[in-house]
């Protein structure tokens, strides 16, 4: 191929690569040839990898409660992961084909593969996909439901547990497997015609937030793309020149069709096990970037084919971001979180009196069996939010890559910011960690009224503020 750009090229050298990616981001060379200088060369690393059906059983509510529920199994759901050793203690990140893993449902996952992995809940790195033909996860709020006899139901407890369980023994099982990892590969390539802004500018100057995943709207489909991070990235963990396993993400809602009852990973999940069965010896993981407010609609009408459309594309950023990853020694792997404190959403709507209220209320009313699900999330989330909870922004370290896990539906402006906060490094931003707060916006779409804020965003203005402080500690370590 010719006429490539920076993004696509290949690097032949470590320093090669230091001066693209410096001049990409407006970097300093010599920051991160001192981090080289000052990593720790004298530790052994290994790698586990682990994978284990999560499928929910026909007739278990998807997306909280707000679509059909499971009818039928279009494709199964995974959880993914590693486990790092070699460290002081070790690391675990495990992707979930789930919609969310919520308050203490979060909890109880990064209990369970601490313990099973023989290292700290803290140390365990919990991602939702978002697929919408799935499960959210939120114990409290399921019991809080069930407490006041709804009739409704976001989470069957026993499988939640069961999948749990499942995930912890095929964790313990892959640790049996090790494999030592000497090499640090960094790819990434740029997507083209997936991901799109909500938010566009209509004919008559004004802007909406309102493109959603799918749209049959020609104006809709014909506006530009928006603040979107194009490039899907890829971390590669190597046994010398043995790859062992690849890490992608990409910043978009992962939705085409949805919402009858088929449960499926979607395009994303397609993508993967596509990737996947191209080489077997390659365990293969993805997980959703920072995306609150990204979506596919522009390039998706939401036609059954256009999942295998998008699905395409996705690959195809896999594929090469591959081709485009340098290798490099892996010499350090450290641990970080900063502590983020999000305050409790208490407008009009979001007071624990109204949430109580719509639980309450048994007659014919105008509150809808996802209202019901929907209050009883927010509600289990200020329970902690107002006994003074923090959340973590966790940082997995390599010297010249860092990942880190923002939580919930953030939007895209976090992951970028990110990026902006350490130029001299490779930053894989992923979304959907601890999801209970949901939409985390900037301050510009409070003043716009984006019209997604309007339900699922239990957090108040202000927000953009502590995510900022919470992503540079935790990427400075400072």
């Not at 059983?57 to 494709?75: E, N, Q, V, Y």
């Not at 494999?179 to 008559?204: C, F, I, M, W």
């Not at 046994?239 to 994303?268: C, I, K, R």
């Not at 900037?442 to 202000?462: F, H, M, T, Y």
Request: glycine share 8%; aromatic share 8%; hydrophobic share 40%.
């Amino acid at each position: 191929m010719t006429g490539k750009s920076r993004d696509q090229s290949s690097f032949s050298s470590r320093r090669q690569f230091v001066r693209a990616t410096a001049g990409f981001a407006g970097a300093s060379v010599l920051g991160l040839e001192l981090g080289f200088a000052q990593s720790n060369t004298r530790n052994t690393f290994r790698l586990a990898t682990f994978s284990a059906d999560v499928t929910v059983p026909l007739g278990h509510a998807l997306m909280g409660g707000g679509i059909a529920p499971a009818k039928t199994i279009g494709d199964p759901l995974t959880a993914r992961g590693f486990v790092l050793l070699g460290g002081e203690l070790p690391v675990v990140l495990v992707s979930v084909e789930w919609c969310e893993i919520r308050n203490d449902a979060h909890d109880r996952w990064r209990a369970a593969l601490a313990e099973a992995a023989g290292t700290k809940p803290e140390r365990v790195f919990v991602t939702s996909t978002h697929v919408h033909d799935a499960p959210v996860a939120d114990l409290e709020a399921q019991r809080i439901l069930s407490r006041h006899q709804t009739g409704v139901n976001i989470t069957d407890l026993a499988f939640h547990e069961q999948a749990v369980q499942r995930v912890a023994a095929a964790l313990r099982e892959g640790l049996k497997n090790s494999k030592p990892v000497t090499h640090l590969g960094l790819g990434q390539a740029r997507v083209l015609n997936v991901a799109s802004n909500r938010r566009y500018v209509r004919e008559d100057g004004t802007p909406t937030y309102g493109r959603m995943s799918r749209a049959t709207d020609t104006k809709i489909r014909e506006a530009p793309e928006g603040t979107i991070d194009p490039f899907l990235k890829t971390i590669s963990f190597w046994n010398g020149g043995q790859p062992l396993l690849a890490l992608h993400s990409y910043a978009t809602h992962p939705m085409s069709h949805y919402g009858q009852g088929e449960v499926s990973s979607d395009f994303p999940g397609l993508a993967l096990r596509r990737r996947q069965a191209g080489d077997a010896k390659i365990f293969q993981i993805y997980a959703s970037g920072c995306s609150g407010n990204v979506t596919a609609g522009k390039y998706n009408d939401g036609t059954p084919e256009n999942r295998v459309v998008l699905a395409e594309r996705i690959h195809q950023g896999m594929a090469d971001a591959w081709r485009n990853t340098t290798r490099l020694p892996l010499e350090q792997i450290a641990w970080r979180a900063a502590p983020l404190r999000l305050e409790p959403r208490g407008s009009a709507g979001f007071t624990v009196e109204e949430m109580k209220k719509v639980l309450l209320v048994k007659d014919a009313t105008p509150f809808s069996p996802f209202a019901k699900c929907k209050a009883a999330m927010g509600l289990s989330w200020r329970q902690r939010a107002d006994a003074s909870y923090r959340l973590d922004v966790p940082v997995l370290d390599f010297g010249p890559a860092q990942i880190i896990l923002l939580p919930a539906e953030c939007y895209v402006e976090f992951q970028l910011f990110a990026q902006n906060v350490r130029p001299d490094s490779f930053v894989m931003a992923l979304g959907y960690g601890e999801c209970a707060p949901g939409y985390i916006p900037i301050e510009k779409a409070w003043q716009e009224n984006d019209s997604n804020l309007r339900d699922w965003c239990w957090v108040a203005p202000g927000a953009e503020t502590a995510m900022k402080e919470a992503i540079h500690r935790a990427l400075k370590g400072g």
